[in-house]
DNA sequence: TAGATTGTTAATCGATTAACAATC
DNA sequence: TAGATTGTTAATCGATTAACAATC
C-alpha cells in the first residue's frame, strides 16, 4: 500500500466509519463479510467500498468476501492507529475537559499527556489525571514530551497565535476546535472540528 | 431562492465558512468585497464563489463585486437563522456542559431550554442557567416546549433508543455526538460530529 | 467443478474550473 | 464611456457507479 499515489479526501473521510463498522461486527463475533452485505448496512454501495478498499491493495478474496477481523486491523494500520500520539490540550474550560474525558482514545493509541490554560484560577487544577499547566510551559512540555498532536479548544482570539507557537516548536498536527481557521505552512495537517459550522448546517437542512 | 431545485451537500457544507468570512469581514467594517479578494482570503476559486452564491440568486453587481453585509445577512437567512430554534440536550457530561457554555448560540437563534441527564446524581444540579432534568421527563419537555434540535451528546449505548424515542416527539433535527449512526426516518435531519472518527482522519495524515 | 464475490476497467454522473458575454 | 466584475455557459476534472473477467 501506499506507493506513492495520493489517496482523495473523499476516502479517506470515509475510512473511519469503516473501521467503526467493523469494529462492531468484530465484537458482535462476525468472521467474514462480503461488499454487499457492508453495503446493505452502511447504505454506501458495494461498488463504492470495493474501490475504496482497493485504493490500499486487495483485503478480500474472491467468492468469500472479506475477512473482519484482518480487515478491521489493516484498515487501523492505514488509520496510523498502531502508532502511539502523544497529545496536549490548549484549553481546560468546558470543551478542552469533555475531549479528556471523551470515550477511550487511549486505547487507540492517543494518550492526553497534558493541558494547559492561561486563567490562574483553573491552573493548577485537576482534571482526569492530568494537572491544569500554565501556558507558558506549553512551548518546553512540547519539545520534552515529544508531542505529536495538539487540540486547540480555546476562543477564536488565541487560537492563531497559539497555532504560530506550537508550529515553532515542530508540531506537524493540529486538531482545532476554535472557530477560525489557522495558518499553517504546507507539512502541517490540521483538522478542523467548527462546532457552529456544524449546528448552521442542521439549521439549514431542518428548514427544508 | 430555493424554487425547488436542490443544493448539493458540497455547497451547503460551505455555506457556514462563507458566513464567517463575511462576518469578520463586516465586523472589520469592510464594505465591499469581489469575488477574487475573498477568493484570496479563503483559498478557494473565485469562480466557484460564484457559483455558490448563484444558487440562491445573484447577490453581488457586476463591476461592483458584493456588499458584505447583504451578502452576510443573505446567507445568515439561507441557513435559517433568522428563525428561533429551541434545544435540548442529552446528557449532561462533560460534552453535554461544554456544548452549553460554547460559543454565543444563542446570539444567533439556537436556545437551550433544557438539559437531561439519567445519573440520579447529576440531576437536580444547574449547569449554566440550566437544571438538569431526569429523562423520564424528555418526551413531555419535548413537545411542552416546541423542541426543534435535539443534541444527543450521551455513549452510544443509550444514543440509539433516545433518537428513535425524540423522533416520536416529532423532533426534525438531531445533532448527533454519539459514536454511532442514528437510523431516522427520512423527514429527519440527522448532522453527525464524530469526534474519534475526525481524529482519526487527523491521525491518517499526519503519517504522510 | 460451480457459485460467489472480489478486483478492476469502463461508463456515468456531478462538481469544479475556465471563459466570456452581460451589465453595472 | 471604459473598466471591473458578476452571472452563466461550456470544458474539464474527479468521484461514483456499473459491469464483468479473474479467481478463490
Not at 512540547?142 to 486547540?152: G, N
Request: charged share 25%; with cysteine; glycine share 10%.
Amino acid at each position: 500500500m501506499d506507493e506513492g499515489k495520493t489517496i482523495s479526501q473523499a476516502v479517506i473521510g470515509r475510512l473511519p466509519r469503516y473501521y467503526r463498522y467493523l469494529g462492531d461486527l468484530r465484537d458482535a463475533n462476525i468472521e467474514r463479510i462480503s461488499s454487499s452485505e457492508l453495503s446493505g448496512l452502511m447504505k454506501v454501495t458495494a461498488s463504492q467500498i470495493r474501490q475504496d478498499f482497493n485504493n490500499f491493495g486487495g483485503f478480500g478474496q474472491q467468492g468469500y468476501g472479506y475477512n473482519v477481523k484482518y480487515l478491521y486491523t489493516e484498515i487501523g494500520k492505514i488509520l496510523g492507529l498502531n502508532d502511539a500520539h502523544r497529545l496536549v490540550i490548549v484549553g481546560a474550560g468546558n470543551l478542552g475537559r469533555a475531549l479528556i474525558g471523551y470515550s477511550n482514545y487511549e486505547s487507540r493509541g492517543f494518550i492526553f499527556e497534558g493541558i494547559f490554560d492561561q486563567d490562574p484560577d483553573i491552573i493548577g487544577k485537576e482534571v482526569g489525571e492530568l494537572t491544569v499547566r500554565p501556558m507558558n510551559e506549553l512551548e518546553d512540555f512540547i519539545i520534552s514530551h515529544k508531542i505529536d498532536i495538539v487540540v486547540i479548544a480555546i476562543p477564536k482570539a488565541g487560537a492563531v497565535e497559539v497555532a504560530e507557537k506550537i508550529v515553532k516548536c515542530g508540531v506537524k498536527a493540529i486538531w482545532n476546535f476554535a472557530h477560525t481557521d489557522l495558518n499553517v505552512p504546507s507539512d502541517v495537517v490540521v483538522e478542523n472540528v467548527h462546532l457552529s459550522d456544524s449546528l448552521m448546517k442542521l439549521s439549514y437542512m431542518l428548514q427544508k
